[in-house]
């Protein structure tokens, strides 16, 4: 006889406000005020897990206090945001953390608005896969982006929240993925 188990992915629904960065600092693309600390709950972390903030160069200038850690690194392009690791997200992510959070322009327009532009622009499904390959097993990733993207083979989808920041603007769809 087959077993088979059928799981229910978590569900909710996000208001949030937009967050001024630590030195009031000015980024198109920056965490949404209390984002990351529900994130990370997601992701099954607390403040003092290292989480690897892939397209966060900036993520370090997140104001509140739970948001981002002190054993925290990030992965970036953009020189200028002076990432841990300036590295193109389409390649190999470090391994050695206990989640990695993605936070990737959510679309060929939404690049062209950062410095590295849309000729670098890397698909969700790939920035998943990434991810999961750099965590061991029952470790998370959580993407935020317009689409939900596809898990992969070696992966379980945990999560999908809908996350909104005032009237007349899309929606994003923050997605967490588990390895297994």
């Known amino acids: ?30 965490y949404l005020g209390g984002f990351p600390e529900r994130a990370r709950a997601l992701l099954g972390v607390t403040i003092n897990d290292p989480v690897l903030h892939v397209c966060g160069g900036m993520a370090k200038l997140y104001p509140y206090k739970y948001g981002f850690g002190r054993m925290d690194k990030t992965l970036d392009l953009d020189p200028k945001t002076e990432p841990d690791f300036l590295q193109d997200a389409r390649q190999p992510f470090p391994r050695g953390f206990r989640a990695v959070l993605i936070d990737p322009p959510y679309s060929m327009e939404d690049a062209e608005k950062y410095e590295v532009g849309n000729g670098v622009y890397p698909q969700p499904n790939l920035l998943v896969k990434n991810g999961i390959e750099a965590v061991e097993i029952g470790q998370r990733v959580g993407i935020i982006h317009y689409i939900l993207p596809s898990p992969p083979k070696i992966s379980r989808f945990v999560a999908v929240c809908a996350v909104l920041c005032g009237f007349n603007n899309r929606v994003r769809i923050y997605s967490v993925f588990e390895r297994i």
């Not at 006889?1 to 992915?9: A, D, G, S, V």
């Open 1 to 30: 006889m087959t077993l088979i188990m059928t799981y229910r992915p978590i569900t909710d629904v996000w208001f949030l406000a937009r967050a001024k960065l630590k030195g009031s600092k000015k980024y198109y693309g920056a």
